[in-house]
């Protein structure tokens, strides 16, 4: 569990309505940090796992609020684990008719 997630799940287990803004922001600015260094190292994107990487941390950088949604929509989930557990076993259902079967 990461730092952000810790913050919001003790908003929430404390029934607060948001986070702490002061501890939120310093999350928030490691992860910028984070994401701005990846893309620098990244940034000569010489060879295909490079290429991968800068795109990566440039996504991390345009997407941050949608990435970081969860700290101020408690709805949200932090992941999509659950979702995309779902999806495979849909998917193994269709490849192995039976295979969801109850």
């Not at 994401?35 to 796992?49: E, F, N, P, V, Y």
């Amino acid at each position: 569990m990461t730092e952000m997630q810790r913050l919001v799940a003790g908003a929430v287990s404390q029934d607060l309505a948001a986070v702490d803004p002061a501890a939120l922001a310093v999350q928030v600015t490691r992860y910028h940090s984070a994401a701005l260094i990846g893309a620098s190292q990244t940034a000569a994107r010489r060879g295909k796992l490079m290429r991968k990487h800068n795109a990566l941390a440039r996504r991390l950088l345009h997407r941050q609020d949608d990435y970081l949604r969860f700290t101020t929509d408690f709805r949200v989930p932090a992941n999509n684990n659950g979702t995309e557990r779902d999806i495979r076993m849909a998917k193994l259902g269709r490849r192995y008719p039976g295979a969801c079967a109850p």
